[in-house]
């Protein structure tokens, strides 16, 4: 039985389960018009049930799936030949997966012969095995664990107390999991940028003004000993960045000013899901927009006024990104000057104040640092787009100022290094970790300085 399958079986065990532990409470003392006599809500009950029906079978269950394929592999290779059985590690490994393709049909890499044909065939029955003794398991433990919270049910049982404790259990593990999950990403980038700076020098890769990573895989290749100098990586994002935010800021600020103090509840209802379906857009599309249609006419008005303009510039790519960026600005000023208190706003106009210094004196000053925090949450965004980048500005790491030039970023250079079969140990692909550690401390640095303004600026209303 397929686990998604096992999972559906599962849900419709516990929907049975919610409605007879219900039903228990309510017949305990004596129908749904006797529910006060209960401690706890017949709905409670319902969930106790469903809780002890469906967690002891979803730990087996994902417990057994993590356990399974080594269970297997090992009784597996037991079969085998001693002579396979002695292979190395990485050989072994190869093994197993060629095992694994034969067993559900696919091709394998090397010519089947009688001992992987067996091996195959017992691979296949054994997983087949396990699959019903984990169906059987499971559904017996949802079962049995059912019946065993059936039963504990009484009027006087504290039925709201124990879902709670385990609805707070499971919102601490939820937690858990997501600054564990962060904390497992800054590490493994940090320990392989740690590799990356151990064959290239900090100095070189921070302050160095040549990138060309390409290194020599053999002893008698030339012209390729590689130069990771990031700092043209540095000032194209650093450029790109600059240009986006110069459309994006004052085009979203004005746009949250009108649609929150000037405009009527009618066109407030059609723009703002127009923002919403802008901001939806997928940066691919927004990738094929500037490389289409934003690039040549960049191209064609610089060259019209004797501007010399490539085919790719940063000009090109920062303008598409502000326009992508435009719904994210407009909304979280939106946010910020929407949260005003309106006694502020009638007290500037009755004191003589015009709508326009009631904006720029009052409501503009209170707003601020919302509006700061989006603004950098919006250049934290800019930093990390990549797919505009890659189709507008191309891939040259030139270090320039000139946005008609074309120029790469640290996102682009990411995804180059790790495009395609690379080893792993090589100065190279470790440089894709390098360039992930600098792009994280810079928006760390980011969100800390937008919280910090946050903090000093923000004022507490009644």
Not at 29 to 35: A, C, K, L, Y
Not at 196 to 220: C, N, Y
Not at 432 to 437: D, K, P, Q, R
Request: aromatic share 8%.
């Amino acid at each position: 039985m397929q686990s998604t399958t096992l999972i559906l079986l599962l849900g419709l065990i516990a929907t049975a389960a919610f409605f007879v532990g219900r039903g228990r409470s309510l017949a305990l003392v004596g129908g749904p018009g006797h529910g006060p006599a209960l401690h706890s809500l017949p709905g409670y009950h319902g969930y106790f049930v469903v809780i002890w029906c469906v967690l002891p079978a979803l730990m087996l269950l994902f417990g057994w799936i993590l356990i399974e394929p080594r269970v297997v592999a090992a009784l597996v290779v037991g079969r085998l030949p001693e002579a396979l059985q002695s292979l190395p590690e990485g050989a072994l490994n190869l093994l197993l997966n060629n095992i694994r393709n034969l067993a559900s049909g696919d091709a394998t890499s090397v010519v089947v012969d009688e001992n992987l044909q067996s091996a195959a065939t017992r691979f296949a029955h054994l997983t087949e095995r396990s699959r019903q003794l984990l169906a059987a398991l499971v559904l017996g433990t949802a079962v049995l664990g059912g019946s065993l919270a059936w039963r504990r049910i009484r009027p006087d049982f504290r039925a709201r107390n124990r879902v709670e404790a385990v609805v707070r259990w499971l919102l601490i593990a939820a937690s858990s999991i997501a600054i564990l999950t962060t904390i497992g990403i800054v590490l493994s980038v940090l320990f392989e940028a740690i590799r990356f700076f151990q064959k290239v020098p900090a100095t070189d890769f921070l302050f160095g003004t040549t990138w060309s990573p390409q290194t020599a895989i053999r002893v008698d290749q030339v012209g390729s000993s590689g130069s990771f100098g990031a700092v043209p990586l540095f000032a194209g994002t650093m450029l790109i960045t600059g240009i986006a935010m110069f459309v994006a800021v004052p085009v979203g600020l004005m746009t949250a000013i009108y649609l929150a103090e000037y405009s009527s509840s009618r066109v407030r209802g059609i723009a703002k899901p127009l923002l919403e379906i802008l901001a939806g857009i997928p940066t691919v599309v927004y990738g094929f927009f500037a490389a289409l249609t934003v690039a040549p006419w960049v191209r064609r008005a610089g060259e019209s006024i004797g501007f010399e303009v490539a085919s790719e510039s940063a000009l090109a790519a920062g303008l598409v990104m502000g326009i992508m960026i435009i719904p994210l600005v407009s909304s979280l000023a939106d946010d910020a000057i929407n949260a005003v208190p309106s006694s502020m706003r009638d007290a500037a106009l009755g004191l003589g104040s015009t709508r326009s210094e009631t904006m720029t004196k009052v409501i503009l000053p209170a707003a601020l640092p919302g509006i700061v925090g989006g603004i950098l949450l919006a250049v934290s965004r800019a930093i990390g787009e990549t797919m505009i980048v890659v189709m507008a500005a191309g891939l040259a790491a030139n270090l320039t100022a000139n946005p008609f030039a074309a120029v790469t970023t640290v996102t682009v250079q990411i995804v180059t290094l790790l495009v395609g079969d690379q080893e792993f140990d090589s100065a190279k692909t470790l440089a894709a970790f390098a360039l992930g550690l600098m792009l994280f401390v810079v928006t760390l640095c980011l969100n800390v300085i937008g919280l910090s303004v946050v903090r000093k600026y923000r004022e507490a209303y009644d």
